[in-house]
T-cell receptor, first 111, second 112 residues
Framework: DVKVTQSSRYLVKRTGEKVFLECVQD?????MFWYRQDPGLGLRLIYF???????EKGDIPEGYSVSREKKERFSLILESASTNQTSMYLC??????????FGEGSRLTVL | GENVEQHPSTLSVQEGDSAVIKCTYS??????FPWYKQELGKRPQLIID?????GEKKDQRIAVTLNKTAKHFSLHITETQPEDSAVYFC???????????FGAGTTVTVRA
């Protein structure tokens, strides 16, 4: 069974704080993704990575950065959290052609 | 980039009836169309997918149809059951399945 594990299920941060969301997958997948899920907007791609140290912007990268130092780990960074970044964040991984496997999600609240 | 529109946003059906969700996409190069189901409080999971060389695919009570000319695809659920209640997302991808663009989701409620 593919496992995608997100380090925190729930976080509460203050405006301006730096936030790290970590994701680990155990299936040696090349590709990893960070999505944001908001009601009525579906799943929107923030960033993705197709190899170690490689990254590409998705549809809504503003205010976010990512890090992929090891194949199994993909981190999403909010340099200075803002209230409009309150959301559910979903990490996912896949092989080149195949099913996208999601983590359980990290619900972030920025006060 | 790809733009996927999904309708309706909510759907309420009587148990045993059929449910249909429709999606349109903008990029004619898209060639992979998966559907994901997300139960309350859980992660989205793939339930069925179709590629552009196929017009229809069935898996028990679920079927997906694709019309490449019109750039739309649909999910059909027959004989709905309470466990079909969930949010369903369609998605489309070009560039060899690399990057999926999702629709806004449809909340399906099956009434007993």
């Amino acid at each position: 069974d593919v496992k995608v594990t997100q380090s925190s299920r729930y976080l509460v941060k203050r405006t301006g704080e730096k936030v790290f969301l970590e994701c680990v997958q155990d299936m040696d997948h090349e590709n990893m993704f960070w999505y944001r899920q908001d009601p009525g907007l579906g799943l929107r791609l923030i960033y993705f990575s197709y190899d170690v140290k490689m990254k590409e912007k998705g549809d809504i990268p503003e205010g976010y950065s990512v890090s992929r130092e090891k194949k199994e780990r993909f981190s999403l960074i909010l340099e200075s959290a803002s209230t409009n970044q309150t959301s559910m964040y979903l990490c996912a991984s896949k092989v080149q052609t195949g099913e996208l496997f999601f983590g359980e999600g990290s619900r972030l609240t920025v006060l | 980039g790809e733009n996927v529109e999904q309708h309706p946003s909510t759907l309420s059906v009587q148990e045993g009836d059929s449910a249909v969700i429709k999606c349109t996409y903008s990029d004619s190069a898209s060639n992979y169309f998966p559907w994901y189901k997300q139960e309350l409080g859980k992660r989205p999971q793939l339930i069925i997918d179709i590629r552009s060389n196929v017009g229809e695919k069935k898996d028990q009570r679920i079927a997906v149809t694709l019309n490449k000319t019109a750039k739309h695809f649909s999910l059909h659920i027959t004989e709905t059951q309470p466990e079909d209640s969930a949010v369903y997302f369609c998605a489309a991808s070009s560039r060899n399945d690399y990057k999926l663009s999702f629709g806004a989701g449809t909340t399906v409620t099956v009434r007993a």
